[in-house]
Every structure is written in structure tokens, then in C-alpha cells.
């Protein structure tokens, strides 16, 4: 008896080759999903699942042979790899049709259409001789703004024929390529764009960080341009007439403008005229503009010609000339270079300082931007309804004079209120901080405070403003109570507009459609409640009410 | 393919003819009125409305609704024993299980045209940006669909009602959390794949914001076209089994 | 029309169906007659093509019911065991869906003759759910019958109804009887005998008897049943001791003695009273019994017990 519970027939010899192929089956199927390899996972489970087989076959052949020839085998079987087959069919048409980027934007305002101007630029991209590649840093929790973004990034790959190509970055799991972004990751910055290397790395010197607004084609465009244009663009920053330090970042200083315009891919640099004039040499013929910011004295005559010669060669001048209590003050009535200014553009600045008594700013001797001319790429950004941080704000600013039969076109951009006016006894507010309107003496408001003029034949520019201080930090830092965005907007504009920059890069602001619901006072609210929230339901229950009596009750 | 509309049919007529389908119809607008109400409150003279709110809401409600409507489908006549009939009628087993989803899909339709009502009520108070409240019907719809298809599965898989209804609420839930995935996963490419699997993922970043991408609704489609597939398989599988 | 070779049905490792086979010719009835669990309904399913065999072939109007499913079921009318409805659906709505989806062609006309053949016309409007259950019988042959198919099978169409309407029901299946081949399951003896031309009688997946009623009672004829008591062992015991003697067929327990039946057309009583004394029992009593076809049914599905 004993001796026959241990005797193992050639059945069960036949089940356990089929458990163990089974078993070695799908160890080798989990293992290689696991890893997608073939690791020794893998052949384990294949050489149980052979043994098992050959154990089975040998053992019980009838059954085994059954099995395999079965119905049940076949049909299921088939249905499983029909399944498969189906699924992997579905899955490559699904890659087919996401490679294909086909897209159909219903938002009343386009929001998901590239514009015209955008792919413009695009087809700019495509000429150029390297590709772009836009660098996105997302989290893994990320995952869904990410998919978001790339709806977007997407359109701009596909409408650059794969000129431009998307990179996604976990910052976590790769720090090394994130290492170089730490700064601008901390000021939540996460988007990037910039050349490709032929070796299929990002250049770095050339990426621009892509500012993260809701308008997104906006900041996508402009950094794509600021990349196309980086390097092309050069600024010089006079620092021998007293300006303004343009490497200082104290209040006094302007390094934030300078900031800005490195950050936008415009390369800065600064000379002294006196030391051109000196040596005899002419302004670098790289300069794209050159920034005279604030200068606490007049030029001399040889600093003049450098600056004629200049223009005579179609420079682009930004002169912020500020008022001081000085005789020889920069641009002063009887200068030559305000004399200059004067026949070449028929602008010239006057000693008056505008006062404006209903200035919404610190005091009258704060002119804000009382109006602005609109349609202008100078004052784009600037006078936004409903925020007043986008004026600007001057200090003790000077009335700028605009021939109006001037010998080439030029214009106003910014003047100050009707109730202000251009004082004369410029004394009195220094000594006494007194200042009466005086309608003899004085120059009637509104008064131009910023002018601009340029020359058709020789592309010779000039942006004219009558105050110096709303360059320093001291009115551009967020942390500054003189803060006004305006500032740094207009000189940005200015300098866009100075250098043709803007021309390439800046994008046309789209207005988006934001209507809010209108106010339709409580009892709407109440009616409108009361249909969605208890006559539709109801009326569902009541149905539902009746179709039960209809069924179970009355028959 | 001929039986298709013949069981379509009396499934329709069965949806409208059901007091359980109207009760699961009053659930569906009272929780879209809820939604609806809420959000006008806080936007009224704020912000525009979403465009795409009720569909936003109806991604979470449909995991619960949709596997409610389809449970019945096929584990009902199973149960009672009509599937027997059916079987042995001389239909395919496709156009039965074709037949009986896209009568879920009309009654679904039906469902979501009720919320069309909010539309009007919008129309009537703000400028609501029409055409994305378009896309993103029609996306709900196609998501619906989806869900509807998942439900269906389930129903093909097991007799019980209550089974099969709670088994569609767990892969739909499971099918849903796309933004939960990055929190789940650590490597954002096994990430991205999964995201790409899941209901939300398609619904979200496209038709929700009023775009209409052609590869979200081919997923939509290709999972209606593979789980219906499956759930023919499944019934056809008792013909082999 | 239909022809059942070796057909087997297992259900794991449970064997349903043991290889039976059989025909049915047109214009025949023919009853399957089983106990309960003898594998009646799973029969009827594979021939409906619900389920497939295991083993073995089906063949109905010629076509094979697993490779050419749908031509047969376009000839097969099918009544379940249990008549499942659509709850919610009227009478009407009921007979005409199957009408539709089994492409009848003029479904009014044919929906209003089998309503009128099963007396169900006054009812037409009314919900499934409030037929009786006699009327639901009717409504499952309405459903069978409305494409008017050439073979009929019937899960027992009587069970659980009362004898006035089991006689309806019963009129109705041998009405078919013109040009339709019926089978029709049932494990009551007394309505196969009437309503059938033929019966099969099955048990435990096996066919253990065959042949119109008379045959099946002519072959009985030619066996002998004897009731005994006896005493002085176990109940176990004495059986198995009869069991062995030459020529019984059967031998059940009863509650009082044991009914032997015996094969031979030989009286065998006085070899019985012999051996039994023999054996050492006392017997207490010893009497022929007639044998009815109700008898060749409890032995014949009985001999197999395990
Ligand atoms: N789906 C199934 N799975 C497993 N076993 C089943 C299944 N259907 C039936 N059986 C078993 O097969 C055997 C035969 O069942 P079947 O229903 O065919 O008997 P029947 O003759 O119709 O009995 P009844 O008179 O009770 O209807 C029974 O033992 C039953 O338990
Ligand atoms: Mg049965």
C-alpha cells in the first residue's frame, strides 16, 4: 500500500511538463516585457518551457497532440492574436496620423493657428543652415502642462518642415543637461530655444529662454526670432560724456536695461567718443545703435563729428537727455549738437522742464505719459487700459521742439497732459521748488516728451527723450517705488526700433476674445438655477416616475 | 451586418422605454447643473466662462455613468437567458454586439444633447466662444463613446450586472488618471506612454482647449474599434469554449 | 433532416454527453426523454449551434451545425428550456423582433398568424412580464415558429405548467407534426407516449433506449420483473449477493424490498428462492410484477447508475 501512493504514472509525468510549460512561458513573456531584451530571464523561462514541452509530448502524446490541434487552442488562439494584430494595426495608424501633426483649431480666436507673421519666420528657420531644437524641462508631474505645450511646440515643428525639433528634459533624472538652465529654471523659466550643433548638441551660447505667458505663439516666436537675429544686433553704450554706468547695478546705474537687451540677444558693448575723437577713429561700424543715457555735459566738437559722420552713414542714435542745473548741460538751447539735430531731423530739446500739476505720479515735476500715439512700434506695450504700471514715469523732463515742416519725417510719441506746461524759470524749481504757469514765459502744454525722426535716404534714426532717469534701475527695478513698466518698455521698443531689430523679431500682440459673463442680476441667476437644477432633473424623475406606473403598476 | 439594425432598435427603444435609464439621466444633469451653476457664479462679470466645461466635467462623471449604461448590454441577456436566442438566430455575433453599442452610444447622445441646454442659457447671458464648445462636444463624445466600449467589455465578460458595471468604473478609473501619472511613474518616457494610453490625455490638452488633433481621434476611435472587437470575442467565444 | 453522430459534450472534466447518436426525418416527432441532468438541454444546445460538441457531428437539412452555423440556424426554431424574454417588451414587440431578426419576410402578417395559432392575439399588447407562465410557454413557441423553420426543438415545452395547458401545449407540438421534424425534450413519461412518433430515452449523457412507444414496450415485454423481501443481512449486501445471480438485468432498492428484473422470458422465481436460500436469507415474500413503459424508463435510466 505503501509502496504505491509514490508510483508516478506517465500521466502525471504528462501534466507537469504541460504546468511546467506554462510556467516557463510566461516567465519568459514577463521578463522579456519587462525589459525588452533578451536577458537570462528570458532563456530560463524558455529552456523550463521546452523541457516542460518535451516532458509533456513524451509522456502523454495523445493529449498532448490534442491539445495543440484542440478547438478550444485554436480558436482562443486566434482570437488573442487576432486581438493583437488589431491593437498593433490601430497603434501604428495612431503613429502614422501623430507624425502627420493634423490639426483643426475652433477657438474663435485662432489661438491654435500659427500666424502668417510666425510662419514667415519659419520658412526662415528652414533656410537656415542650422536647425533650431526647442528645449523643454518638465517634471515627470509636469507631464500634463507638457502635453499641453507640446500641442503648440508641435505646430512649430511641423510647419518648419522638422527644422525646428522638440527636446523634452526631466531636470531630475538629468541634471547634467539642466545644470547650465539653473538660473533661469529658478526664475521659472522652463523652455528653451537654440541652434543645434552638427554633433546634435544644443549650442548653447546662441539658447534664448522662452518666456512662459499664456500667449504662447507670442513667446515662442519672438525667442525663435531672438535666436535667428542673436548675435547679428550691436549696441553701444557712450560712457565718456557722464552717462549713465551701464555695467552698475545701483540705483543710479542701468545694468537692467543692459539685461534686458543681452537677454533679447542683442549684443552691448560701450566706447567714449572723446577717446574716438582722440585717436581719430569713427564709431565701430558693427554699431547697431548707440545709447547717449543721461550724459552730464555738452560734446565737444570733435566728439560731434564722430557722431556726425555716423549718421551721415545712416547711424541710429537713443538720447536721453535729462535736465541739470548746469550751464553746460548736455543738448543745452545754444549747443551746436542741439543746432545739428535741429537741420538734420528738425527736432531739438528745449531748458523748459514740463510740470504737471495733475500728474498722477509722486509730484508734478513726475510726468507720467499722459498720452501715448498709438499704432507705433515705439509705444507698443505702453498706456494699457485698466494698468497703470505701463505709462512711463520722468523725472524733471525736459519739452522737446518738433519742427513741423522738418526736413525729414519725424513725430511725437509721448506727450505730456493738457494741463501741464514746459517751465522756463527753471531756478525757481531748483532753488525754491516752485514752479507757476506763467503764460508769457512759459511753453503751453501738451509738450512732447519723446520725438523721433528718421532719415529715408540715409536710414539714419534717432529716438529723442527728455529725460534720463527713467533709464536707471532706480525707476526700471520691480523693487524701486518709482517703478513703471512703461520705462523699460518704451526704451526697449526704442532700441528695437533703432537697431531694425523689432522688424525681425517682435510679434505683432494678438487680441484675445476674454468676455466675461455679463452681470444679469440674482433673480437670472435664480431662474437660470432653478430650470438646470430642478426642472430638467425633475422632469427626468417624473418620467421615469410615469414609465414605471405605465409598466408596473396599471397593467 | 443585417440584424445590426434590428438590435439597435429594440436596445434604443429599451434605453427609453426604462425608468432606471431616465433616473440615470436625472443624475447625469444634476451633477452638470451643479458644475454649470458653480462656475457661472464665479465667472459672472470676472472671467469668461470655460467653453468646455461641461465636457471637462462630464470626463470624470462618464467613468461612473458610462460602465451604468452598458452593464446591462449583454450581461442582462446572458443572465436571463436570451442570449441563447440570440445566438442561435441567424445573425452574426458582430452585429449584435454592434447593434447593441451604438444604441448606448444614441442614448448617450441624448444624454449630452440635454446638456446643450446650458449652451442656450450661455448664449443668452455671455459671448461664449461657440466653436470650441464644439470641438470639445465633439470630443466628449467620441470620449464617451470610448467609455461606452470599455463598459461594454465587461458586460460581454461576465452575467452579473453589478460585476460588470464595477469592473468598467475600475478600468475606466484606471484609463483616466493621466495627470496622476507623472506622481506614479518616475521615468517620464514610461510616463509619456502611459499618458498616451489614457482617456485624458487625448481629452484634455487638445479638445478641451478647442483644438481637434486627427491622432486623439483615432484614439478614440481605434479603442472603440479594439474593445468592441474584444467584447465580439468574447461572445463569440461561447461558441468555441 | 437531423442527423447526431458521436456526439459528446464535456464540461471540464465532467462529461455531459457520452456519444449518442440518432436522426430525425421530416414529419416526425420525436421525444427525448431523460431524468434530470441526463444531458437533454445540452443536446438540444449544440444542435442549435449555442454550444459546440466536444466530439462528434451534427448535421441539420444537411448543413453541419459548427462549420455552417448560419444556415442552420436560418432552419432551426428553438424554444430554451426556461422560454427567456425580454421583460419590458409587449407580446407583439417580442414575436416581431425575432420575425426581423430572423428575416421573415412579410413579419405582420406571419406575427399575427402565430399569435392567432397560440391564442395569444388578445394579449399582443400587453407586457411580457405579466404573462402567466403557461402563456409565456405559448409565447416561446410564437417565437420558434414565427419564420415557420423546418426542424423544431423544443426544451421541454411542458415543464412547470398545468395539465390544462400542458394539453395546449401538447395540441400545438403535435400540430407541427405536417412536413417540420420536432424534438422535444421532456422527463414525463406520459406525454412523450402521446404527443411522440419516437422516443429517445437518455441518461447520463447515453442513449438507453430507442423505438416508438410500442417497441420500447415489446422490448420490456420480453423481461420480468419480481419483487422481493428479504431478510436476515444488510441491505447492501443482499443487493449485491442479487446483483450476481445469472440473468438480472437490475436491481433497485425499494423501500420495503428489492425489484428485480431479470432478462430471460424463463419464470426465474424458483432459481431466485433457491439461491437466496442458499445464501442463507429468509425470504418473506416473492411476487411477479407488471412491468408499464413508466417502468421501462425508471429501469432503463437507472441501470448506469455508478
Ligand atoms: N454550463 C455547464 N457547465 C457545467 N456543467 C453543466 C453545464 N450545463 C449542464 N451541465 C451539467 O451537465 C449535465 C447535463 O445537464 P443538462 O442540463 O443537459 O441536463 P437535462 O437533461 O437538460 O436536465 P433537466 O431535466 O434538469 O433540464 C448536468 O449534470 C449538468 O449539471
Ligand atoms: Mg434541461
Sequence with gaps: ?555 | MTGTPIIFRRELAAYFTSPVAYLIAAAFLVFTAITFNQDLAFAITVRPVDPALIPRVLTQLLIFIAPLLTMRLLAEENREGTLELLLTAPVSDASIVIGKYLAAWVYYTFLLALTLVYQIILVNIAFPDMSHTLGAYIGIWLYGGATLAVGLVFSALTESQVLAAFLGMIALLILYFADRIGQIVANIDLGLIIFQLTLQGHFIPTFAQGVIRAEDIVYYAGLIVVMLFVSIRLVESRRWR | MIEVENLVKRYGNMTAVKGINFRVEPGEIVGLLGPNGAGKTTTMRMLTGFMPPTEGTIQICGFDVVEDSMSVRQRVGYMPERVPVYPDMTVEGYVTFWAKLRGVRDVRARVHAVLEQFQLLDRRKQLVRFLSKGLRQRLGLAQALVHQPPVIILDEPTIGIDPRQVIEVRDAVRSLREGHAVLFSSHILSEVEQVCDRVIIINHGQIVGEGTPETLSRQLAGRQQVFVVVEGGSDARISAFLRKIPDVVHVRAMDDGFLITTKSDVDLRPTLSRLITQEGFTIVEMRAVDASLEDVFLTLTETKQP
Excluded: C
Design chain 1, 1 to 555: 500500500m505503501q509502496a504505491r501512493s509514490i508510483v508516478i504514472t506517465r500521466r502525471h509525468l504528462g501534466q507537469l511538463g504541460s504546468v511546467l510549460l506554462g510556467l516557463g512561458a510566461v516567465v519568459a513573456l514577463t521578463a522579456f516585457i519587462w525589459s525588452l531584451s533578451f536577458n537570462e530571464f528570458v532563456a530560463a523561462g524558455l529552456i523550463i518551457g521546452g523541457l516542460g514541452a518535451a516532458l509533456w509530448a513524451a509522456m502523454t502524446p495523445q493529449e498532448f497532440k490534442a491539445f495543440f490541434t484542440g478547438r478550444q487552442v485554436q480558436r482562443s488562439t486566434s482570437a488573442i492574436f487576432t486581438t493583437l494584430l488589431l491593437v498593433a494595426i490601430v497603434t501604428v495608424f495612431y503613429i502614422i496620423v501623430q507624425r502627420a501633426v493634423i490639426v483643426s483649431d475652433l477657438t474663435i480666436d485662432r489661438r491654435f493657428t500659427l500666424t502668417e507673421q510666425t510662419l514667415e519666420l519659419l520658412r526662415v528657420v528652414e533656410r537656415s543652415p542650422r536647425p533650431l531644437r526647442i528645449l523643454g524641462f518638465y517634471r515627470p508631474q509636469d507631464l500634463l502642462q507638457r502635453e499641453i505645450d507640446d500641442a503648440y511646440w508641435q505646430l512649430y515643428e511641423a510647419a518648419s518642415n522638422g527644422a525646428i525639433t522638440r527636446q523634452y528634459v526631466d531636470p531630475i533624472r538629468e541634471p547634467g543637461i539642466a545644470a547650465p538652465f539653473s538660473q533661469a529654471l529658478a526664475a521659472n523659466y522652463y523652455v528653451f530655444v537654440g541652434f543645434v550643433n552638427p554633433d546634435g548638441t544644443l549650442d548653447l551660447s546662441t539658447v534664448t529662454p522662452v518666456s512662459n505667458q499664456a500667449t504662447q505663439e507670442r513667446s515662442m516666436t519672438e525667442a525663435i526670432a531672438r535666436v535667428l537675429a542673436g548675435g547679428s544686433f550691436k549696441v553701444y553704450f557712450e560712457q565718456g560724456l557722464q552717462t549713465l554706468d551701464a555695467l552698475s547695478n545701483s540705483q543710479q546705474g542701468m545694468s537692467i536695461l543692459n539685461n534686458n537687451l543681452r537677454a533679447n540677444g542683442i549684443v552691448t558693448d560701450a566706447l567714449r567718443l572723446s577717446d574716438l575723437a582722440q585717436a581719430g577713429q569713427t564709431i565701430p561700424r558693427d554699431a547697431s545703435a548707440l545709447i547717449i543715457a543721461r550724459p552730464q555735459r555738452e560734446m565737444t566738437d570733435a566728439e560731434l563729428a564722430v557722431v556726425r559722420e555716423y549718421v551721415e552713414r545712416g547711424g541710429a542714435l537713443f538720447i536721453a537727455a535729462d535736465f541739470f542745473p548746469t550751464s553746460d548741460v548736455f543738448l543745452n538751447a545754444s549747443s551746436p549738437f542741439n543746432a545739428y539735430l535741429w537741420e538734420t531731423f528738425g527736432l531739438r530739446m528745449t531748458d523748459a522742464v514740463v510740470v504737471d500739476t495733475r500728474s498722477p505720479g509722486p509730484s508734478a515735476l513726475h510726468v507720467v505719459s499722459a498720452q501715448v500715439v498709438t499704432e507705433n512700434v515705439l509705444t507698443a506695450g505702453l498706456n494699457q487700459p485698466n494698468d497703470p504700471s505701463t505709462a512711463t514715469m520722468f523725472h524733471m523732463a525736459r519739452a522737446i521742439e518738433v519742427n513741423p515742416q522738418p526736413p525729414v519725417p519725424n513725430g511725437t510719441v509721448i506727450f505730456s497732459s493738457e494741463q501741464s506746461w514746459g517751465e522756463t524759470d527753471t531756478r525757481a524749481i531748483v532753488e525754491r521748488n516752485e514752479f507757476i504757469a506763467d503764460p508769457d514765459a512759459d511753453l503751453r502744454g501738451p509738450l512732447s516728451l519723446v520725438a523721433f525722426a528718421e532719415n529715408p535716404a540715409t536710414r539714419a534714426r534717432i529716438v529723442l527723450v527728455g529725460d534720463g532717469e527713467f533709464l536707471t534701475n532706480g525707476y526700471t527695478s520691480a523693487q524701486s517705488q518709482f517703478y513703471a513698466t512703461g520705462n523699460a518698455t518704451l526704451f526697449m521698443n526704442s532700441i528695437g526700433w533703432l537697431t531694425g531689430f523689432s522688424q525681425q523679431v517682435t510679434f505683432a500682440p494678438r487680441a484675445f476674445m476674454t468676455t466675461p459673463v455679463l452681470f444679469s442680476g440674482g433673480q437670472q441667476l435664480d431662474v437660470i438655477a432653478f430650470i438646470t437644477l430642478f426642472l430638467m432633473p425633475g422632469s427626468m424623475l417624473a418620467i421615469a416616475g410615469f414609465i414605471y406606473w405605465r409598466r408596473y403598476r396599471a397593467a
